[in-house]
């Protein structure tokens, strides 16, 4: 394993949570765009980990530098193209995989699988983006290892 790598991951994935939770507004402001510019830095950090080692597996890097690893992706929304290959190269695990190919697929403005991305309606109410085959989201949700839709929509909206 290669630690030194696993370590730099964690450590941007670390940065990114920090700034993101210090950075909870809607609005733009110079916090939110503080979270842009590391979005961007992340961006350039991804890509010279795959141009130098490959898309990143546990072996490589520990299931704790793959997790990481996937929540850098899970942010770079400007590159759907990095997140789509990532979702295709990588060994994230199946939930992860989920949430990923709900961003993407939400990003392409399209109807997600697994139920996990949501937004802010007018009110400021936590709502579900778009399912695909409703009356199927628990099973899909089930075989990848996800809690019932139910359960996950209370959670978001406390």
């Known amino acids: 394993m290669n ?4 370590q730099k991951i964690i450590q941007a994935k670390d ?28 961006n350039d950090l991804i890509k ?12 490589m890097i520990g299931k704790k530098g793959m997790q990481a690893f996937w929540l850098l992706i899970q942010h770079q929304d400007n590159d759907i193209k990095l997140q789509e290959q990532c979702l295709k190269h990588c060994d994230f695990e199946d939930k992860n995989k989920a949430f990923l190919t709900d961003r993407v697929l939400v990003s392409k403005g399209k109807k997600q699988l697994y139920g996990t991305q949501f937004y802010r ?5 936590i709502v579900p983006r778009s399912i695909n085959n409703l009356s199927q989201l628990n099973k899909r949700r089930e075989k990848v290892g996800l809690e ?10 406390k």
């Open 48 to 59: 010279n980990i795959i141009k130098k080692h490959s898309y990143p597996t546990q072996k």
């Open 3 to 6: 630690k030194q790598l696993q």
């Open 15 to 42: 940065i990114d949570q920090k700034t993101r939770i210090a950075c909870k507004s809607d609005k733009l402001t110079m916090k939110n765009y503080i979270v842009y510019l590391i979005d961007l830095v992340n």
């Open 148 to 157: 019932p839709f139910e359960e996950y929509l209370k959670k978001m909206q």
């Open 121 to 125: 309606d007018k009110k400021g109410k």
